[in-house]
């Protein structure tokens, strides 16, 4: 089980925030480099008010999912 503590903007307050389950997965469409690139990912979500809320960690898994999605549909090596 992986807490860690974010900031939620709507209860202005630090939150304890679970990686392995406060989350919604959503499937969003995200340009990339001039493509547009359909890429499923981990939403972090405030426990308490179930806002959105930021977590790096996460937002790097998507960023890694684009550019395999990306080389994979352009058949190009990003640099």
């Known amino acids: ?3 860690v503590f974010h900031w939620c903007n709507k209860c ?3 939150i304890k925030f679970n990686r392995n ?3 919604e997965i959503r499937n969003e469409a995200l340009e990339f480099k001039g493509e547009i ?3 499923e990912v981990k939403k972090p ?3 308490k008010c179930k806002e ?3 977590d ?3 937002a ?3 960023m890694k999912k684009a550019v395999k999605l990306w080389e994979k549909q352009t058949g190009r090596k990003f640099k």
Do not use: A
């Open 60 to 62: 790097n898994e998507t």
């Open 37 to 39: 690139i359909f890429v």
């Open 12 to 14: 202005d307050q630090e």
């Open 52 to 54: 959105e809320i930021f």
């Open 1 to 3: 089980m992986e807490q």
């Open 45 to 47: 979500i405030c426990p």
């Open 56 to 58: 790096e960690k996460l």
């Open 21 to 23: 389950k406060d989350f």
